[in-house]
């Protein structure tokens, strides 16, 4: 089904984010098979994708719109340093909005439109009341710095791929709900260097084939994949820079509130190649479901046991479970009659 | 599988070879740190070859902040044919490089000497402050004052390494100080 965007519910502090029977029904459950491992599970995102799936469109937006879009803006007034373009990326910037912006009006004319004379352009948001317009291509012409201006439209984070000597650098973003990764340090890494401190894949290839395959994307043939983690609370800014507001959350974790506070955590990335400047749009949608909720679909509680228990330590260890993998998984056994 | 524990933004060193054919030779390096490059600098013709060092003093910024209007001023009338070696601890080594970059280097023409020392820039990344001359883990922060373990995660741009709390999940726990390598 499709979604329309709920009244704002909160991803700190009382946590009332909810999905409704609807939103657990799309959620893009990541596990093919029982066992988790690392591959280069990267495939086309062709659109229109199934109807109402998260696949259907180049970006999503569901029921929880405003409830991130409040978050974002939480998030950046605390901190305007988790959103940066440096200044050779600004022509990469007008890409994604005029790929964004078209996208959204073509997918949900109901609340989003873009008229467009020459390089005047007239852009109306009707969720977040917002029409303005300006001059293509002329980053003074807005309100915000342009990538500023997309990103509190734009459900999930964002980055700008610089590509330059067959690698790609992190040159611009706007990440408020990172999985434990920090924009303002990242900033200017290659592909390799900021995929540092994950275990294993490095001596697997896994990052030297991924950068050979998103190198070579043309324009308009955009690929996804899908990553997961686990977050205790609804807690959409799991960064760095915050670890120590939600550090304890982890420790707060008993068997009787693992169904209501542990979530699974699916990043949808899609790269799409922008075609003036030739970077990448790397767009990071996250979807967050607690496990009382994961569980009412006995396939995937049943999967999700499997998944948990067999993931290699170096991988509860980089993903931060150490602290209640084991709890976790005891209490996914009840789901699995193979336990 | 062979597992490698290093983390592979971490950079790894090698000791600078001259190449001779270079139009200018150019040599920067802070006061302690010229042996590294004196043996390089000794095979040059004097005319094609300068040498720059960093002296502490109490000029506010990094020390290789008090080298930029200099080098920019070398750098904007070098022959593209320019090699630069550098040498000093880890950070002056990617300040100097991430100024060459600005004024028109290209990474291969940059050789960066192994760091003088084993003392670390550490990038606080609660507060964003940047600290000098880190030897030891965890390392209280100077800016926010939280406890931070020293991760082998380095960015060049920033010239260090990342600092993350390190007891945010358990403040009680009982922790025991290494000296980074």
């Known amino acids: 089904m499709r979604m329309s965007p709920k009244p704002v519910q909160t991803f700190r502090d009382d946590f009332s984010y909810s999905n409704s029977p609807g939103a657990i029904a799309r959620f893009p459950f990541p596990f093919p098979d029982d066992e988790y491992r690392y591959s280069v599970n990267i495939e086309p995102h062709t659109t229109p994708g199934p109807e109402g799936s998260v696949y259907e469109f180049l970006l999503d937006i569901d029921e929880h719109y405003l409830s991130e879009m409040a978050e974002r803006d939480i998030v950046l007034k605390e901190n305007p340093q988790r959103c940066l373009a440096m200044p050779h990326m600004d022509l990469a910037c007008w890409d994604m909005i005029e790929r964004c912006m078209q996208s959204l009006a073509a997918d949900y004319p109901q609340h989003f439109s873009l008229s467009t004379e020459g390089d005047q352009w007239t852009w109306e948001n009707r969720l977040l009341n917002i029409k303005d317009s300006f001059t293509f291509g002329d980053s003074s012409t807005l309100p915000l710095p342009p990538m500023e201006y997309m990103g509190r439209q734009l459900q999930g984070d964002f980055a700008l791929l610089d590509q330059r000597d067959g690698d790609l650098f992190l040159d611009a973003g706007i990440v408020t709900c990172p999985a434990d990764w920090s924009l303002a340090f990242d900033a200017g890494m290659s592909f390799s260097e900021w995929h540092g401190p994950v275990p294993l894949a490095h001596e697997m290839g896994v990052f030297e084939r991924a950068l050979k395959y998103l190198t070579a994307i043309p324009v308009g043939r955009p690929v996804r994949r899908l990553n997961w983690t686990l977050t205790v609370n609804a807690r959409m800014d799991t960064s760095p820079e915050t670890y120590p507001n939600w550090g304890t959350d982890r420790a707060s974790l008993t068997a009787d509130n693992v169904g209501e506070k542990v979530h699974l955590r699916v990043e949808l990335q899609v790269l799409d190649r922008m075609p003036r400047s030739n970077a990448l749009m790397f767009s990071i949608r996250t979807f967050l479901i607690s496990f009382d909720d994961l569980v009412t679909n006995p396939d995937w509680a049943r999967r999700m046991h499997r998944v948990l228990k067999t993931l290699p330590p170096e991988l509860v260890e980089y993903k931060g479970l150490g602290r209640y993998h084991d709890l976790a998984v005891e209490w996914l056994s009840q789901y699995d009659p193979a336990n | ?181």
């Not at chain 2, 933004?9 to 010229?34: I, N, W």
């Not at chain 2, 080298?67 to 009338?77: I, N």
């Not at chain 2, 020392?117 to 030897?135: D, I, N, P």
């Open chain 2, 1 to 181: 599988m062979q597992i490698d524990p290093s983390i592979k933004s971490r950079p790894k060193y090698v000791a600078p070879e001259l190449v001779a054919s270079a139009g200018l030779q150019l040599f920067v390096s802070e006061s302690d740190a010229g042996h590294l490059l004196e043996p390089l600098y000794r095979q040059c013709s004097e005319s094609g070859a300068q040498w720059l060092v960093a002296e502490p003093g109490n000029a506010p910024g990094t020390l290789a902040d008090s080298l930029s209007g200099y080098l920019q001023r070398v750098l904007s009338d070098a022959p593209v044919t320019t090699r630069l070696y550098v040498a000093g601890s880890e950070g002056f080594l990617w300040d100097i490089r991430n100024q060459a970059l600005s004024a028109g280097l290209v990474d291969e023409q940059i050789q960066l000497a192994p760091p003088v020392t084993k003392a670390r820039r550490l990038f606080c990344t609660h507060c964003y402050t940047l600290m000098e001359g880190v030897t030891s883990s965890p390392h209280t922060c100077s800016g926010c004052g939280r406890l931070l373990l020293v991760r082998d995660h380095f960015a060049r741009l920033h010239g260090a390494y990342v600092g993350v709390q390190i007891n945010a999940e358990d403040p009680e726990e009982q922790l025991e100080q290494e000296v980074l390598q």
